[in-house]
């Protein structure tokens, strides 16, 4: 047979002696039995073709109570044909209940899509869902689910700051959510491994100098701790500096940094947790870290005297103490400003305000050194062995709690946003901020706490083996303020009556408050700082989560 150019497909059919228009026949008829199914497999799949995409310019939709909660939505349309959809909105709050609805009918054109602005009225702070379900002639064509918080956002504490990691990752406007939060500070560092690439050669990496400036562009201080090793020194950078090359050398990063950020921050941590093998891991002593940490307060006083060095900063085993009463033989209490520790008690076996780690066993232990007290970190994990609420009511405690104590200068909350995103990696969750920038509830709770208590007196304490109870009195807002909760995970009926002092006392399952008779209104608050004007006689579930009763 004679060889030509043809197609493949068309040689073959020659060659095999097929009827060319019975196979263009057979061809034609396929494509059409394809096309009619394309036809019905769209038909019963309307959310492929009809769909609804919801966004926000607020970022992690983290709102503030007085400002408009305003959400964009795109309705598309890909069918050749114009629909008329419904379109039903709602928002719930974290138990379910339905606080705004609003159901519209829209008619959207062939190949289009509408955009518009969703403003749903929410004037409470608390955790909500947006919901919005898309239907055709009845049938759901597609639904989206949104979270957002509401907080005060008016009140800021000076005391009370939160551990970043910018210096590594993470976008630096997660800072301007410190508003939301009520916060005043950050900690976060410029690590000397970054700073000193060739020896004797300093560079602030631009990580660094964009979230300093930025923070300082928010009115926010900034506690730096000065670390880790670096490899042009030492093989592991976990190492503490030992050698008098080592210190030496870690002196004049130290006072590099701060002579850069003279008028940029004040706050400077000398190494971080250096009692335990993760940041000393050729267990050097109480001496050895108090010969680093003269070198350094020395160094850092030179080029500027009014910084502010703290020392210790030490994790917390059984045997923490002994840590701390060694650096005061060796005279380490000379060489700073005030001392740091990390007291977190969701390593314990019980949750705080329930006799570990307490803030009064810190005092305890430390205040005999005549020094300011920071606890620079402390939190709770959200996974695997807590939950989202759990983190959320214990990390408000420790908010109450701290303010409570009055005897603690600062505290730092670890940390603002999730180092990642295995639920197995305790320290993947310790954020109020997942890794893609949801907020999560202890978002809202530590917001609440520290709005009601952040700039309270404590003057009032009723504990016992069910439940804590403190009272507040925040004289510039004219508020008195009881935060509550129960003990060992304890369901009990609390009831609030007007009388002539201050009293709780528990019968059976029933705790009765009495508070000093007022005539301010009298105001409700659940965990996460949705308020209620109540009455006299109010009654309420209390849980392990905290509440509020609010005088004003």
């Given amino acids: 047979m004679q060889s030509r150019s043809f197609p ?75 629909k008329t959809l419904e379109l039903e909105e709602k928002v719930t709050d974290h138990t379910g209940a339905i606080v705004w609805s609003d159901n519209k009918a829209i008619t959207i054109n062939a190949k289009s899509r509408i955009l518009e602005a969703v403003v749903p009225e929410v004037n409470n702070n608390g955790l909500y869902t947006l919901e919005m379900t898309l239907k055709q002639n009845g049938t759901v064509c597609d639904v ?42 950050i900690r976060d560092e410029a690590m000397w491994d970054f700073v000193e690439n060739s020896r004797g050669q300093y560079k602030i990496p631009d990580r660094v100098q964009s979230y300093v400036e930025y923070a300082n562009q928010k009115n926010l201080d900034i506690l730096m701790p000065l670390t880790y090793g670096n490899h042009l020194y030492m093989s592991n950078t976990s190492q503490m500096p030992y050698t008098d090359e080592q210190i030496n050398a870690y002196v004049n990063y130290c006072k590099f940094v701060v002579s850069h950020f003279r008028d940029e921050v004040k706050y400077f941590e000398i190494w971080n947790e250096p009692n335990i093998t993760a940041f000393n891991p050729e267990n050097r002593t109480a001496a050895d870290y108090t010969k680093l940490l003269k070198a350094a307060y020395e160094g850092i006083k030179s080029v500027n005297p009014n910084a502010v060095v703290i020392g210790g900063v030490c994790a917390t085993p059984d045997n923490v103490h002994e840590y701390y009463e060694s650096l005061n033989s060796v005279g380490a209490y000379n060489y700073m400003d005030a001392i740091s520790i990390h007291p977190y008690s969701c390593f314990g076996t019980n949750p705080i305000g329930e006799g570990n780690r307490e803030f009064e066993w810190v005092v305890n232990m430390l205040e005999k050194y005549n020094k300011p007290i920071w606890v620079s970190e402390v939190g709770y994990y959200s996974s695997p062995k807590f939950s989202e609420e759990e983190q959320a009511a214990y990390e408000a405690r420790t908010a109450v709690l701290y303010k409570a104590n009055g005897k603690i200068d600062k505290v730092f909350f670890y940390d603002l946003q999730d180092d990642g995103n295995d639920a197995s990696n305790a320290e993947h969750n310790f954020g109020m901020i997942t890794s893609d920038l949801r907020a999560k509830p202890n978002f809202a709770s530590v917001a609440a706490a520290v709005h009601f208590t952040g700039n309270a007196e404590i003057k009032e304490t009723k504990r016992a083996n069910e439940y804590s109870l403190f009272k ?62 109540v009455q006299n006689g109010y009654n309420f579930t209390l849980d392990y989560k905290p509440a509020y009763i609010i005088c004003r």
């Fill in 144 to 185: 989206f689910n949104g979270e957002f918080t509401v907080t005060e956002g008016k009140r800021t504490t000076d005391d009370v700051g939160v551990c970043t990691h910018l210096y590594l990752y993470g976008d630096k406007k997660i800072v301007s959510l410190l508003k939301n939060l009520g916060f005043s500070m």
């Fill in 472 to 533: 507040f009195r925040n004289d510039t807002e004219n508020e008195d303020i009881y935060a509550l909760w129960t003990k060992g995970g304890r369901s009990i009926n609390a009831n609030i009556t007007y009388g002539n002092a201050f009293e709780a006392e528990l019968s059976g399952n029933n705790l009765n408050i009495t508070l000093p008779q007022t005539d301010k209104n009298l105001y409700y608050a659940d965990c996460f700082g949705k308020e209620t004007q």
């Fill in 8 to 82: 493949v497909g068309l040689r073959i059919t020659e060659m095999v002696g097929v009827d060319m228009k019975f196979f263009k026949r057979c061809f034609l008829g396929i494509c059409i039995i394809a096309l009619l199914l394309q036809t019905v497999v769209s038909a019963f799949n309307v959310e492929k073709v009809i769909g609804i995409d919801i966004n926000s310019e607020t970022f992690c939709n983290a709102f503030i109570r007085s400002a408009d909660k305003v959400f964009y939505s795109d309705i598309y349309n890909k069918t050749l044909k114009s």
